[in-house]
């Protein structure tokens, strides 16, 4: 399991940037900017969208590159942002390819963000039934859509800002007590990114795709890629909803039962903890791979 982005800190997985130094340069001269320089933040750059997406997904592949040299992967999924790291991790984009495409992603969420303003807002322990019908009433005029399927009873509202203080405001009048915030840039994975996902579609119609090594489980369908889908796949995902909880029951049912998240920090590996009989670890450092024998011996 691949992190979504918001997980981001200072200095996340610096021993495995410092292992890649050979690709840490290719990625510098198609990203320009100084990798180990912008990961200590200390002009904020993990806050403009450019740097953090390219930034965790270096991470990401770094740390899977080590992981699959020590167990068996049988299949993949990530959470928005790390969906790509997935495409990478079963082989269907290659390392420059898959950093020019995020670079490019990352830069047509910002012209968007900035274009449409919007926010984002997590809802918890609320009846999804009643939030749909809140969503389906306020979305009649105006843009607002359920962007992430966390748990059964974790949600997250996209769209413009009117819409989802209008959400709040009837929400709380139900006596929904717990929504929070999110720290983002815009109202991602809304009808607000209509235009980079138009734009997307153009670039992806110029890459060149392999048939994936692993089942990669995607976020606008739960169930695994088929490769001729895949450019129409990812044109959705960024203006649809993740469907992430229905992506791990659909993968328990199909068989698996142990669940490693990759990237920084570990809302993954508690969103899966709280709500499913499996076992779930987090790797974001090099001293979390002495976690690895006892979760894969204990049954």
Do not use: W
């Not at 993949?76 to 997935?86: M, N």
């Not at 963000?113 to 105006?142: C, H, Q, R, W």
């Not at 029951?249 to 009989?277: A, Q, S, W």
């Amino acid at each position: 399991m691949f992190s979504g982005q918001g997980s981001q800190y200072a200095n996340m997985g610096l021993s495995f940037f410092e292992n890649n130094l050979d690709k840490i340069k290719i990625a510098e001269d198609i990203l320009g900017f100084d990798i180990l320089n912008a990961l200590k933040n200390e002009n904020e750059e993990l806050k403009k969208t450019s740097f953090t997406q390219t930034l965790m997904t270096l991470m990401m592949m770094f740390i899977y590159d080590e992981l699959k040299e020590k167990i068996e992967i049988s299949g993949t999924l990530g959470f928005s942002l790390g969906e790509y790291s997935a495409l990478y991790a079963a082989s269907v984009y290659d390392f420059e390819t898959l950093i020019k495409l995020v670079l490019y992603r990352s830069k047509l969420m910002d012209e968007a963000s900035t274009k449409y303003p919007g926010k984002m807002v997590a809802v918890l322990n609320t009846d999804l039934d009643n939030l749909e019908k809140v969503v389906s009433d306020i979305a009649k005029n105006d843009i607002i859509t359920i962007a992430n399927y966390n748990a059964r009873s974790q949600h997250v509202l996209s769209g413009s800002e009117q819409a989802i203080n209008n959400a709040l405001d009837i929400l709380k009048e139900l006596g929904v007590r717990r929504m929070i915030p999110l720290n983002v840039s815009g109202g991602f994975h809304s009808q607000l990114m209509n235009d980079a996902s138009h734009k997307l579609n153009t670039y992806l119609k110029t890459l060149k795709p392999t048939s994936p090594l692993i089942p990669v489980y995607l976020n606008t369908t739960a169930k695994p890629l088929v490769l001729s889908e895949l450019e129409m796949r990812l044109t959705d995902q960024i203006k649809s909803s993740v469907y992430f909880y229905q992506t791990i029951e659909e993968m328990i049912k199909d068989g698996f039962t142990h669940f490693i998240e990759v990237g920084p920090g570990n809302v993954l590996t508690n969103l899966v903890k709280r709500n499913y009989e499996v076992k779930v670890i987090n790797i974001e450092s090099k001293e979390d791979f002495k976690k690895l024998e006892e979760f894969l011996n204990v049954e």
